[in-house]
């Protein structure tokens, strides 16, 4: 049903010191978030940039279907953000 699990000396002051650097870690970072607010206006303008960049760019994504761990249906989908006025 359970089985305990029995730790040495070593090896929990080990797991203690990784829970202690974990929450060191968590409040340093906890803290780091909330000394640089920002307000409304600056999270959706950063928003807006990552969704509309200034240069076009494209991505390729391959969709692979499986039946029994061996393909048998591939698309390739090519997605472009905007048109390159400069390569058409």
Same mark, same amino acid.
């Given at each position: 049903?359970?089985?305990?699990?029995?730790?040495?000396?070593?090896?929990? @002051?080990?797991?203690?010191?990784?829970?202690? !650097?974990?929450?060191?870690?968590?409040?340093?970072?906890?803290? &780091?978030?909330?000394? *640089?607010?920002?307000?409304?206006?600056?999270?959706?303008?950063?928003?807006?940039?990552? @969704?509309?960049?200034?240069?076009?760019?494209? !991505?390729?994504?391959?969709?692979?279907?499986?039946?029994?761990? &061996?393909?048998?249906? *591939?698309?390739?989908?090519?997605?472009?953000?905007?048109?390159?006025?400069?390569?058409?």
């Amino acid at each position: 049903m359970y089985s305990a699990v029995f730790l040495g000396d070593r090896a929990r @002051r080990r797991v203690a010191d990784l829970c202690l !650097g974990a929450l060191v870690a968590l409040v340093l970072v906890c803290a &780091q978030s909330s000394a *640089r607010a920002e307000s409304a206006q600056d999270i959706v303008a950063k928003a807006d940039t990552v @969704r509309n960049p200034e240069k076009p760019f494209r !991505g390729t994504t391959t969709l692979t279907e499986y039946k029994s761990s &061996q393909p048998v249906n *591939r698309n390739v989908l090519l997605i472009f953000s905007k048109i390159d006025p400069d390569k058409l």
